[in-house]
Each structure stands twice: as C-alpha cells, then as structure tokens.
C-alpha cells in the first residue's frame, strides 16, 4: 500500500471515529416522559405522581394510584442551534505544495424538531400490588448541516434516538413505604453521515444508515409518605451498554448513563398551593469510550482499521451531569390546575467539545397546566424554553500528529420544547 492511499485511509478512520463523538458525546438524555412534568421543569416528577406517567420517573409511585390509570401523549422538541465566529481550515493543499484553505464556517439554524410520543399504563391489583406498562423516549438528539457546508467532516447529519418499552410493578408494604421495580427494553436508532474532506473522490467519507439495535436496562424505586400532603421519592434508573449495527456490517458499542432522582412533594396546609422539587444525577462519567467494530471487512468503510477483526476504540473525557429542578403548583379550581418550574441542567461534555451536537450548561425555564374534563380525565399542556451558554470548540482532524483540517468557533444551543397530554382514570 503506497503512502498516499494509507494517509487517506488514517484520515477517513480518525474522521468516522470524531463523526461519531459527535453524535454521541452531548449530553443527549430527553426529558419527554410527560407534558405534566414538563410544564414544571420536572421538579418533584419523582414522587407527585397526577398520572400515569410517574411510573417513567419512579415505578414505587403506582401505589399511590387506586384506580386503574392512562396517560398519552406528545412532546415536540424544537432545537436553535447556532455556529457563530467559527474558521475551518483544511491542511490537506499543503501535501501538494500549496497553501492550506482557509475559511468562514459559521452556521445557523442546524437544529431540527422532533416528536416524541409517550403512552404510559398502571393498573392496582389490590391494595397491595399495582403494575403497569408504558413507552416513551428517554435519549436522542439531531443536528443536520446543509450539503455545501464547507467544514463537511465536521458537520453532516447526526440522528440518535431510542425508544422504551417498559414494564414495573410496585408493593405497598405499609402507609408511609412504597417499593417499585421496571424492566426496560431499550430500541435505539443512529444515522451519521459526514462530507468528504477532498481526498476520497465520494459524496461522504462516512455513511452509517439506520444503524440499530436492543438493549434490556431496569428501575428500582421507593416512595415515603409522611403524610396525605408530604411524601418523598427515590429512584435508580440502569441504562445498558448499547450496540447498533447498520447493513453495511458497521456496529458501534456504547454505554449509557445510569441514573439516580430524588423528589419531593409538599402541599401547604389549608392553601391551594404545593412546592416541589427534583435532584438527578446523570452518569456520564461512565461513557468512557466507544467501540467501532467491522462485521464484514471486505464491504465495511472501516475494514482498515487497526486489529484482524476491523475494531476500534475511541477513548473520551466525561463527566457526570446534575439536574437541580424547583416547581410549584396551584389548584386554582375543580376545573384548572396551574404549575411553573426551573431547572439548571449540566453540561455533560467537559474538554470534548463539538459543532455537532452542542452541548453546555442549560436553563429550563417553564409553565403549564391541566384542565380537568371531568372528575375521571383531564388534559395537560406544557411549555419550556431552554436557554444553554456560549461554548467554545476546537476541533481537528490528526494524523501522525499532524492537524490535517481544523475547525475554531462558538457554538450555542436553545430549544424550546412542548407537550400535551390526555389523562383518564377508570
């Protein structure tokens, strides 16, 4: 193999492996269980429980329903992602002799709006014993780049999403503690594809299409009532080491994060008002790397990587995330119920950046409200606007220790998110 073929082949090996850092490295988790919870910024979401959908945040929380309960609904996520003051530059010339390309890079508008649907279950056995079943979406992102961007390598389509399917049941082993359990049946999705830096002659450099796959995580929950208007919760949400594989032969090994939330409730005494509020932590830290593998060298765009087998590791700097949510609620009437919440939410990356997939420190700021149909179902509407920082990101693309291209910018990611939802007691 001359040199020349074996530098491109590096090149599209450190780029397949920064494309899919890109994808994955934000923090991606979606808060979209419920428009209840989102119109309080999830404060308390752990232990409240007005409907079905605690069972997403707590499977302890069923037992404190005694009545068979639905919940259904929607949340659309609208991303405005901006790449401001951002240089690219391609080094690639300069193997000619020539001088590297240097230019503007700035990028608006290259986020998306996505639905994500929510239907939640929980049926009481007796006094006892409830269980319940539900799905919803608990990860994805998506960020999509014109198909002239000029940073192509850099830029692209990114589309990660999962979906869960669970099941949890829950004891009541006296008035004041509530124990759950969930099984979690994980289907996750990714496309990336990111441009030719202009030496491969292809329309992309890396193309994975649709690649999927399943998973199995599970819940724990405790719920403790102290009284009719104070109660705790507390939960631990496992989420598994993911693989998804194209059909190309291109599978990609990555963990997700555990979990852990406690909530609490409290009603004033003779107000219509309530206080609430959520502390989570996201496990972040533990998504350490991810592992490329080749399932059929021959076909595969990343046959030529390092090993026999086709497999590559890439190493990465984490950290954990923190969720800190405040709420409250005021039952104006038999009909309305008004509630509010801020959240600050934490960055997940740390020395890692990317224009992919922007990722910062977050506020959440935001209202909802439920209109009680009549004394068996209801309807629930929820807004937030999420503001995140300015971020700084240095990216390139090294062989050899050589920077082949850079990119220099400004990143800054808001979104706004809305949801509604149908509750009904049977």
Known sequence: MNKTRLFKKSLLAVTITLASQQALAAGFQLNAQSATGLGRA?????VIADNASVMARNPAAMALFDKTELSLGFETITSMIEVKDATYQNNLPVLGGGAPIVAN?????VGDTSIAPNIHLIVPVNDKFAWGVNAYTNFG????????????????????????LG?????????????????DLIYGQGTIKRGDPGVFGTENALDVDEADGWAVGFSLGTVFELDENNRFGLAYTYSPEFEAEDDKGQEIT????DM????????????????????????????????????????SPIGFLPGSTGSYDKPYEWQDGWHYAIGGTYYLNNDWTLRAGYMYDTSAQDSLTS????????????AGFTYHIDTASNVDFG?????????????SIEVGGIPVSTIEATTRADAILLGLQYSRSF
């Open 383 to 395: 807004f937030t606007y999420l503001m995140g920082d300015d971020v700084k990101v240095d990216e």
């Open 167 to 183: 099941l949890a049941g829950s004891y009541r082993l006296n008035q004041q503690w509530s124990f759950g359990a969930g099984l």
């Open 42 to 46: 999830f404060a308390g979401d752990a």
């Open 260 to 299: 852990v939330e406690f909530s609490g409730f409290h009603k004033i005494e003779d107000t219509k008002f309530a206080v609430h509020y959520s502390i989570q932590y996201i496990g972040w830290k533990d998504f350490d790397k991810i592992e490329f593998r080749n399932l059929d060298a021959q076909s």
């Open 105 to 109: 890079a700035d990028a608006d508008d």
């Open 141 to 164: 992102t998506k960020t999509e780049f014109s198909d002239n961007y000029v940073a192509a390598e850099y830029g692209g389509l990114t589309d990660v999403k999962s979906f869960n």
């Open 254 to 257: 990555l963990p997700l994060p």
């Open 355 to 366: 224009i992919s997939v922007p990722d910062s420190d977050r506020q959440w700021f935001s």
